[in-house]
């Protein structure tokens, strides 16, 4: 299976683990199950199970993804999570397993979130929310699009505080 390398470590991703349990004999007429645990605006908590042609359970992972980990997440949580639970059910099985169950997709997302500062929820009114008005009002030439990039790489905003600086934009 292809590896990438991260930090000096070979991982494996999880599409290569999928596509050797797929191709592979030995996994013939196995299935893969999804179920959404928990989900609600933050993010969710998702759950894989492989179960074998029997439909005997071989293997079952959880993952937790957070709405506003990434930009990506930002409309993809779900489809992450289980992507995510899927590697690591498949690498409960030994596939794609060398240095760590973790995926290479895996891997990136925790080292990208250790490198990200911690964001602050903005709301209308509080502390922040005057600096904010400021900057946009004296960057308005530079658009909404890169406006709202910028402050989201501080800020988490809510959808109701993002129609006002908007509406400061303009």
């Known amino acids: ?40 605006s933050e993010g969710g908590i998702f759950k894989v199970t492989i179960c074998d042609h029997n439909g005997v359970v071989r293997a079952q992972a959880h993952a937790q993804e957070d709405r506003n980990s990434s930009y990506i997440n930002k409309t993809s949580f779900l489809e992450n999570g289980f992507t995510s639970a899927l ?3 498949l690498g409960y099985l030994g596939i794609g397993v060398d240095a760590s169950i973790a995926s ?14 911690e964001k602050i929820s903005l709301a209308i009114g509080d502390g922040n929310w005057n600096k904010v008005i400021t900057y946009v009002q004296s960057n308005k030439s530079q658009g ?7 402050l989201r790489t501080k800020y988490v905003i809510p959808r109701d505080v993002e129609k006002e600086i908007n509406s ?3």
């Not at 909404?144 to 910028?150: G, I, S, V």
């Open 168 to 170: 400061a934009i303009s």
């Open 87 to 89: 590697g690591r059910a």
């Open 104 to 117: 290479a997709d895996e891997v990136d997302m925790a080292i990208k979130k250790q490198e990200l500062p």
């Open 1 to 40: 299976m292809k590896t990438i390398n991260i930090k000096g470590k070979e991982y494996v991703t999880v599409n290569e683990r999928l596509i050797y349990f797929r191709t592979n004999k030995k996994y013939e007429d196995w299935q893969i199950h999804e179920d959404v645990i928990s989900v609600d």
């Open 144 to 150: 909404t699009t890169k406006l709202m990039k910028a």
